[in-house]
């Protein structure tokens, strides 16, 4: 190493836009401070939830035709799931256009299998598939919590989302 600091390259950073969001309005509880801002809070819930569902429905979509394929092969009845695939497909149609009764079906397709997984783990006496209900009953709570979200959202909330606003930045607030 050279004992010259003259010869040492110098580090630059180009620019950077930073998007700056006012606080508007802010109270303390205790020790920790409470930013409300609904319409963000609901909007970002909505992006996300939405994207978790879009996500379940193709998953559910998918195990519903290898399903179907796999009850063809070995003739048994379980084909008949496959009739409960409309029901998914409103549910990923609804969470992408963030319509809220087309959430409401796919709630009713995660009613009707938390329902037979609930039968089939008392009939089977298997452990496994209580725990697949319970994850299933999940997903049915996850989902109609969307539902909910999408009723109390108004109009311009739904209408910012269906135009692709995405949650760009993450907002730190420090006090």
């Known amino acids: 190493m050279s004992e010259n600091p003259q010869n040492l390259p110098v580090a630059t950073v180009p620019p950077q836009t930073i998007n700056v969001y006012p606080v508007q309005n802010t109270s303390q509880v205790g020790n920790d401070f409470v930013i409300l ?10 992006y996300n939830r939405s994207r978790i569902v879009y996500i379940l429905t193709i998953i559910d979509i998918v195990f519903l035709i290898i399903n179907l394929i796999v009850s063809i092969v070995v003739k048994n009845l379980f084909w008949l799931f496959f009739l409960l695939c409309p029901l998914c497909y409103f ?3 609804g969470a992408c256009e963030f319509k809220k009764n087309y959430i409401l079906c796919y709630s ?8 037979y997984y609930m039968f089939l783990s008392f009939y089977a006496n298997s452990f496994l598939i209580l725990v697949i209900f319970f994850i299933e009953l999940y997903f049915l709570f996850y989902t109609l919590k969307l539902h909910r979200y999408l009723g109390i959202a108004n109009n311009e909330i739904i ?16 006090f």
């Open 37 to 46: 801002n609904q319409e963000l809070e609901i909007k970002s819930a909505i």
């Open 159 to 174: 209408e910012s989302l269906r135009t692709g606003w995405t949650p760009e930045n993450v907002v730190i607030h420090y």
């Open 91 to 93: 549910g990923n149609k």
């Open 108 to 115: 009713i397709y995660l009613f009707i299998m938390s329902i």
